[in-house]
């Protein structure tokens, strides 16, 4: 993703046929990413979690596997 604006990105996940529900959450877990590494370390340790184990759910799927 290096050079690549966020909306950029998203694009290009939709285009690959990435469904859009799952583009959506990826987009609002690089926002949470963003907001703990700027925000001075806001979030517990049970959001950073869920936030962690919602990526693994998502990345896990067979439609973020290269064709």
Partial sequence: GVGLTRARLMELLGAQGVESDDVETLRGLLE???????????????????????????LGRSSWRPR
């Fill in 32 to 58: 949470a990413c963003d907001a703990a590494r700027f925000g001075a370390g806001e979030g517990d340790a049970a959001t950073r979690r869920e936030h962690l184990e919602r990526a693994r759910s998502l």
